[in-house]
T-cell receptor
Framework: NAGVTQTPKFQVLKTGQSMTLQCAQD?????MYWYRQDPGMGLRLIYY???????DKGEVPNGYNVSRLNKREFSLRLESAAPSQTSVYFC????????FGPGTRLTVT | EDQVTQSPEALRLQEGESSSLNCSYT??????LFWYRQDPGKGPEFLFT???AGEEKEKERLKATLTKKESFLHITAPKPEDSATYLC????????????FGPGTSLSVIP
């Protein structure tokens, strides 16, 4: 029982490059989330998915897209990375409390 | 505007020195309040959920309490392994999926 897994753990991109962050959960949860965490700003919600086939914008969705591929998987795509997207990205899933993955540390130069 | 604040921003304690962390919230309707622990380089780890004023939950040296405007995380006789950032989050009543996180309190326990 792995919980919430994320890949990759680390990534360095150049400005303008694209990439997809992958997230999977094995707890059969309906809800999944993508957050970014920046120093002094706490966790901010980018997108969430209340169930398979649905996605909604959170607090900071600009520059990101998501796909809820199935009940287990929820991916986050950066189409054209910018230095302002340098951050630590966390995926989470929940029925009541949220369970978090280990995070992806992304640097955009 | 819905808001969650935490104080202090950082706290340094001697081993065995008890203290409390504060989480204050302003939401239109509280569905639940969560406490998480986050170690450096890791994702947040769930500690407690509180649903109504007057509720208390305990786990080892930690005790969480809830009033209508704030929550406290009491740490009794802390040990160095309690050093971490403690995050408070509030689930707002009108949207099951809307969870607002506070900025966290960084706790250091010195041997």
């Amino acid at each position: 029982n792995a919980g919430v897994t994320q890949t990759p753990k680390f990534q360095v991109l150049k400005t303008g490059q694209s990439m997809t962050l992958q997230c999977a959960q094995d707890m059969n949860h309906n809800s999944m989330y993508w957050y970014r965490q920046d120093p002094g700003m706490g966790l901010r919600l980018i997108y969430y998915s209340a169930s398979e086939g649905t996605t909604d914008k959170g607090e900071v969705p600009n520059g990101y897209n998501v796909s809820r591929l199935n009940k287990r998987e929820f991916s986050l795509r950066l189409e054209s990375a910018a230095p302002s997207q340098t951050s630590v990205y966390f995926c989470a899933s929940s029925e009541t409390q949220q369970y978090f993955g280990p995070g992806t540390r992304l640097t955009v130069t | 505007e819905d808001q969650v604040t935490q104080s202090p921003e950082a706290l340094r304690l001697q081993e065995g020195e008890s203290s409390s962390l504060n989480c204050s919230y302003t939401v239109s309707g509280l569905r639940g309040l969560f406490w998480y622990r986050q170690d450096p380089g890791k994702g947040p780890e769930f500690l407690f959920t509180l649903y109504s004023a007057g509720e208390e939950k305990e786990k080892e040296r930690l005790k969480a309490t809830l009033t209508k405007k704030e929550s406290f995380l009491h740490i009794t006789a802390p040990k160095p392994e309690d050093s971490a950032t403690y995050l408070c989050a509030v689930q707002e009543g009108t949207s099951y999926d809307k969870v607002i996180f506070g900025p966290g309190t960084s706790l250091s326990v010195i041997p």
